[in-house]
T-cell receptor, first 118, second 113 residues
Framework: ETGVTQTPRHLVMGMTNKKSLKCEQH?????MYWYKQSAKKPLELMFV???????ENNSVPSRFSPECPNSSHLFLHLHTLQPEDSALYLC?????????????????FGAGTRLSVL | DQQVKQNSPSLSVQEGRISILNCDYT??????FLWYKKYPAEGPTFLIS?????DKNEDGRFTVFLNKSAKHLSLHIVPSQPGDSAVYFC????????????FGTGTKLQVIP
């Protein structure tokens, strides 16, 4: 396994279900991110974790609940989602988490989870 | 309010010719810019970046140009190859704080053999 791995790759869930997305990075990075990509929209940053501490919550509804038990793993717990939450959810990691230039801030992405909410 | 814009959703180029992908931004706090490339069923992969203190960065067939006064950057690929066919995202990072990357909507490049 190399890089950033996301599971599952595809998920279909009803509005009353609870499910979790998992992300694992094998790069020794200290920061991890969740993004949402809806059709014909840019990637939207949802959450940023730096050294297992959530440092950014980009006005995301509470039905999305992130968890970062250690610097290698990141989860996104989903509960009572709406059909408009159907999207591609991408996880990324980087060595550093500060703003500005620098190779340590380059983010490496997983392949994403394609979520459909019925 | 979209702070990073890629106004061309798609671009077709003949193999061997130059591909030019454009990106405009509105936030003057951005000081680091990146291009990512995405194949179907894969996540975006980093391609090339440029800091606001430079106006050009080159890496093999890929060159990124930054015009700060116009708040415009472009990615040049020369010569273009069929394997370059992908969606290209422009991204920008502000100085300071935590890394809040803002992405454009992407440009789908097709290189025709």
């Amino acid at each position: 396994e190399t890089g950033v791995t996301q599971t599952p790759r595809h998920l279909v869930m009803g509005m009353t279900n609870k499910k979790s997305l998992k992300c694992e990075q094998h790069l020794g990075h200290n920061a991890m991110y969740w993004y949402k990509q809806s059709a014909k929209k840019p990637l939207e940053l949802m959450f940023v974790y730096s050294l297992e501490e959530r440092v950014e919550n980009n006005s995301v509804p509470s039905r999305f609940s992130p968890e970062c038990p250690n610097s290698s793993h990141l989860f996104l717990h989903l509960h009572t989602l709406q059909p408009e939450d159907s999207a591609l959810y991408l996880c990324a990691s980087s060595l550093g988490s500060s703003g500005g230039a620098g190779a340590k801030n380059i983010q490496y992405f997983g392949a994403g989870t394609r979520l459909s909410v019925l | 309010d979209q702070q990073v814009k890629q106004n061309s959703p798609s671009l077709s180029v003949q193999e061997g010719r130059i591909s030019i992908l454009n990106c405009d931004y509105t936030n003057s706090m951005f000081d680091y810019f990146l291009w990512y490339k995405k194949y179907p069923a894969e996540g975006p992969t980093f391609l090339i970046s440029i800091s606001s203190i430079k106006d050009k960065n080159e890496d093999g067939r890929f060159t990124v140009f930054l015009n700060k006064s116009a708040k415009h950057l472009s990615l040049h690929i020369v010569p273009s190859q069929p394997g370059d066919s992908a969606v290209y995202f422009c991204a920008a990072v502000p100085s300071g704080g935590y890394q809040k990357v803002t992405f454009g909507t992407g440009t789908k490049l097709q290189v025709i053999p």
